[in-house]
């Protein structure tokens, strides 16, 4: 039995088929051929009644379509900007109340952040280095240095200095000597990085003026951060320190400088008795830049580390440490440019 079909139908089945994709305006039996490619071509959709073809596109994957609950854009260095602000405001509100009412209560303050920073650090250092120090003289120290020096003047402070780092080599003894001098180090670095250098604020004030002379300091470093995050998430374009601390430039440098310096002007010349303008545009560009250093220096510190923040104490900040960068170095500069323009 022959199963091949006959020619004639095949020619007639294909004339009949073309008739039907011209009249739903599709390309004719007789029109050019597309040329074939290696690849597999998707089928046509014709729709009668209509001269538009529609051409099914090749499939792919498909977008996943972004939740309604998206989590908000974190601010600018991973931040929380509304509770870094909440948190600030609160910070000072609690130390111009203790300044301006009573002056024992702001050094209360300054004992508190100095022990929880230097346990920060050292807690820390345990943790990303294995450097374990001796916390105990270290606390004793960071409770005694701002007190001494509020009570008894520098001098004492720097005998307490003295005396909390041979604390810290005997107390190291009570453990075996592997790593001793590694821990002594800390210990000793610990000492004159947080609650020496804090000293300087109670220093300041110990003077009649001496709540003044806070405030001045405490402005012109915060203005000095301001400016700087400012000026630079506007005009920034060349890095300060890139190694250190991407986020810093230049122009945000120019700018701290700048505001700090306005800042001291105005301070110094209404604010300070017997001090003038001229000695607040000193006092504000040496604070500018002492505050930036030490907070590369904390950085340096942090980056050594492995971590972003010396601690979580803070919601929007960080830890203490991460509060006292800039505010520890620029207290030595602070108090001595005070001491000199109007006395101690």
Same mark, same amino acid.
């Given at each position: $039995?022959?199963?091949?079909?006959? %020619?004639?139908?095949?020619?007639?089945?294909?004339?009949?088929?073309?008739?039907?994709? =011209?009249?739903?305006?599709?390309?004719?039996?007789?029109?050019?051929?597309?040329?074939?490619?290696?690849?597999?071509?998707?089928?046509?959709?014709?729709?009668?009644?209509?001269?538009?073809?529609?051409?099914?596109?090749?499939?792919?994957?498909?977008?996943?379509?972004?939740?309604?609950?998206?989590?908000?854009?974190?601010?600018?260095?991973?931040?929380? +900007?509304?509770?870094?602000?909440?948190?600030?405001?609160?910070?000072?509100?609690?130390?111009? %109340?203790?300044?301006?009412?009573?002056?024992?209560?702001? +050094? *209360?303050?300054?004992?508190?952040? /100095?022990? *929880?920073?230097?346990?920060?650090?050292? =807690?820390?250092?345990?943790?990303?280095?294995?450097?374990?120090?001796?916390?105990?003289?270290?606390?004793?120290?960071?409770?005694?240095?701002?007190?001494?020096?509020?009570?008894?003047?520098?001098?004492?402070?720097?005998?307490?200095?003295?005396?909390?780092?041979?604390?810290?080599?005997?107390?190291?003894?009570?453990?075996?000597?592997?790593?001793?001098?590694?821990?002594?180090?800390?210990?000793?670095? #610990?000492?004159?990085?947080?609650?020496?250098?804090? #000293?300087?604020?109670?220093?300041?004030?110990? %003077?009649?003026?001496?709540?003044?002379?806070?405030?001045?300091?405490?402005? /012109?470093?915060?203005?000095?951060?301001?400016?700087?995050?400012?000026?630079?998430?506007?005009?920034?374009?060349?890095?300060?320190?890139? #190694?250190?601390?991407?986020?810093?430039?230049?122009?945000?440098?120019?700018?701290?400088?700048?505001?700090?310096?306005?800042?001291?002007?105005?301070?110094?010349?209404?604010?300070?008795?017997?001090?003038?303008?001229?000695?607040?545009?000193?006092?504000?560009?040496?604070?500018?830049?002492?505050?930036?250093?030490?907070?590369?220096?904390?950085?340096?510190?942090?980056?050594? $580390?492995?971590?972003?923040? $010396?601690?979580?104490?803070?919601?929007?900040?960080?830890?203490?440490?991460?509060?006292?960068?800039?505010?520890? !170095?620029?207290? !030595?500069?602070?108090?001595?440019?005070?001491?000199?323009?109007?006395?101690?």
């Amino acid at each position: $039995m022959n199963d091949a079909p006959d %020619a004639q139908g095949i020619r007639g089945g294909t004339e009949t088929l073309a008739t039907e994709f =011209s009249a739903a305006g599709g390309p004719r039996a007789d029109g050019p051929r597309r040329p074939r490619t290696g690849h597999s071509q998707q089928p046509v959709v014709y729709r009668r009644g209509t001269a538009a073809q529609n051409r099914t596109m090749p499939p792919a994957q498909e977008t996943p379509v972004a939740p309604t609950d998206q989590q908000p854009r974190k601010q600018r260095g991973g931040r929380n +900007l509304p509770a870094a602000i909440g948190v600030g405001v609160g910070l000072g509100a609690v130390i111009v %109340a203790s300044l301006f009412f009573v002056k024992a209560l702001f +050094l *209360v303050v300054v004992v508190a952040a /100095v022990a *929880v920073g230097v346990w920060e650090l050292n =807690s820390r250092l345990a943790e990303t280095k294995g450097v374990h120090v001796p916390m105990v003289p270290l606390i004793a120290g960071a409770v005694a240095m701002p007190l001494v020096g509020y009570t008894a003047g520098g001098q004492w402070a720097s005998a307490v200095l003295a005396l909390t780092g041979l604390a810290v080599l005997v107390w190291r003894m009570s453990k075996p000597p592997e790593n001793y001098l590694r821990d002594i180090t800390a210990g000793v670095f #610990t000492a004159f990085y947080v609650p020496f250098l804090a #000293t300087f604020v109670a220093l300041m004030l110990a %003077a009649d003026d001496g709540a003044w002379r806070i405030l001045i300091f405490l402005v /012109v470093t915060i203005c000095s951060d301001t400016g700087a995050y400012a000026v630079g998430y506007k005009f920034g374009r060349n890095k300060l320190a890139p #190694t250190i601390s991407p986020g810093k430039t230049r122009e945000g440098l120019a700018g701290g400088i700048g505001l700090s310096m306005i800042a001291g002007a105005l301070l110094m010349e209404f604010v300070i008795d017997g001090g003038a303008w001229w000695q607040g545009l000193i006092l504000g560009g040496c604070a500018a830049v002492t505050a930036t250093l030490g907070d590369l220096a904390e950085s340096m510190i942090k980056r050594d $580390m492995g971590i972003k923040d $010396m601690g979580t104490l803070l919601p929007g900040h960080g830890g203490i440490m991460d509060r006292l960068d800039s505010l520890l !170095p620029t207290a !030595p500069v602070a108090w001595l440019l005070l001491a000199v323009f109007v006395g101690g």
